[in-house]
């Protein structure tokens, strides 16, 4: 199976969907099918306005063509709906082929963060984007269910996984052991609501690792907190380890690979009571849920960290891409 999945988000940048995307990429590699991607890198580019560090593909539907011809595949999937999503969409329709689609990011609800765009103009562009579609991957039943009621079709349920290889227990305490360490991982932008957790009055250190347009306004405002820029890799698995908590106070994400990534280290989660990472947790002692955050790290902080560990073995790479593949078999049978 030879799939061309085109995706506006991917390297340089590091957000949830790159990492979905990378290691969906290398597990479908190890079943024996084959992704080739389309990128941004592919386009002329421009910084993005809202975050100038990440690139935004021009709309050039015949440097796509061009691009296309050069490649043999079977099927199409569409990751995201930026210029890269949007162009191979109508190539797509104009040659009459089939394609599915896959729902990462709760964008309407960002937009209506950072501009005055209603909410409803977006999830309408979105049931535009995604209509024509033989299917569309959700990560979470809530969602799923959320944006059934909006009127989209053709719901699929995809998971996501974590790779226990890197991400694992640590006996590694990289910001000392006096007082607990409470740790943010992700983007530094309005809508990760970064500011929620380092406005809490706890003991200890707050640790931030991360980037973004909120990075120079977060450090000046709150210089107590230790900024680490990104890490990846083994770096990033020890800060998770190193922490006593992660907290995660983002009310839009509509999954969260940094809880599932923290928990595999054996760090529980605090967080608001949110679908996203309902979905993550499903009820699990892993987790510590509350409108007031500062009760939800409290309680996190006497959670068992080798279940949180146990916990997470149960989300497998392997069968997220399984899943993948067959979502995108079952779909085209019918064609």
Known sequence: MK??????????????VVRTLESLCREVSKLGSEIYLVTPANFRTFPSPANRTVRLALFQPRRLLRILRSLSFDYVHIATEGAVGLMLRQYCLDAGSHFTTSYHTRLPECVALQTPIPQSWVYRFERWFHGPALGTMVHSPSLSVELSSKGFRNLLPW?????????????DRRYGDTGPVYLYVGRLTVEKNVADFLELGLPGKKVVVGDGPLLRRLRYRYPEAIFTGWLT??????????????????????????ALEALACGTPVAAYPVPG?????RGA?????????TLAVEAALTLDRQACSEFAVAFSPRIVAQQFLDHIRQVHSGC
């Not at 020890?238 to 995660?248: E, I, K, P, Q, R």
């Open 159 to 171: 998971c996501r996984g974590v790779d226990r290889q890197l991400f694992s227990p640590r006996k």
């Open 3 to 16: 799939i061309l999945l085109g995706t506006d988000a991917w390297h340089p940048q590091i957000n949830g």
């Open 277 to 281: 990472i309902v979905d993550v947790t």
């Open 285 to 293: 002692p892993v987790c510590a849920l509350s409108e007031n955050l």
């Open 233 to 258: 890799g083994d770096a990033l698995a020890s800060a998770y380890s190193s922490a006593d908590v992660l907290v995660f106070p983002s009310k839009t994400d509509v999954f969260s690979n940094v």
